[in-house]
């Protein structure tokens, strides 16, 4: 596994890659540029996908805009969300197929924690297309 920054790629290696839980918790929260009250901690970038949890505070959303060649995998870890205007609590898993805006809302009096999977569609992939790229502030 090869750190670059605060992000672990993880296409090292022959078999799995773990991070574990104080691995996680040493990473900083890092504020999204143009996004107040949402923070992001990203856990692996590779070829193809981003991993990152997202949170979110009461009042604040992600712009969720859509991806023509990429979907998205969203699963509530904490708290109250709604992801395009749909009730989605902790444990809640959500697909987002490409072209599908997905906007991130915290639903409830406390901050949702998301984990998000955004993967590149194979065809898209191979004619270049764009894994995100977060702005974070202060950076």
Same mark, same amino acid.
């Given at each position: 596994?090869?750190? =670059?920054?605060?992000?672990?790629?993880?296409?090292?290696?022959?078999?799995?890659? =773990?991070?574990?839980?104080?691995?996680?918790?040493?990473?900083?929260?890092?504020?999204?540029?143009?996004c107040g009250g949402v923070r992001i901690k990203e856990l692996s970038r590779s070829s193809g996908c981003v991993h990152a949890l997202i949170m979110v505070e009461p009042?604040?959303?992600?712009?969720?805009?859509?991806?023509?060649?990429?979907?998205?995998?969203?699963?509530?870890?904490? +708290?109250?969300?709604?992801?395009?205007?749909?009730?989605?609590?902790? +444990?809640?898993?959500?697909?987002?197929?490409? +072209?599908?805006?997905?906007? =991130?809302?915290?639903?409830?009096?406390?901050?949702?924690?998301?984990?998000?999977?955004?993967?590149?569609?194979?065809?898209?992939h191979i004619v270049g297309g764009e894994l995100p790229s977060w702005t974070w502030?202060?950076?």
């Amino acid at each position: 596994m090869e750190t =670059i920054g605060q992000v672990t790629d993880l296409r090292t290696g022959p078999g799995p890659e =773990i991070l574990a839980a104080s691995d996680i918790q040493r990473r900083p929260w890092r504020p999204v540029a143009g996004c107040g009250g949402v923070r992001i901690k990203e856990l692996s970038r590779s070829s193809g996908c981003v991993h990152a949890l997202i949170m979110v505070e009461p009042g604040s959303a992600t712009p969720g805009k859509p991806h023509r060649g990429a979907c998205h995998h969203i699963w509530v870890l904490s +708290g109250d969300a709604q992801v395009a205007g749909r009730p989605a609590g902790a +444990g809640s898993y959500v697909y987002v197929p490409a +072209g599908a805006a997905h906007p =991130i809302a915290a639903a409830g009096a406390t901050p949702c924690v998301v984990l998000q999977a955004h993967h590149l569609l194979q065809a898209h992939h191979i004619v270049g297309g764009e894994l995100p790229s977060w702005t974070w502030d202060g950076r």
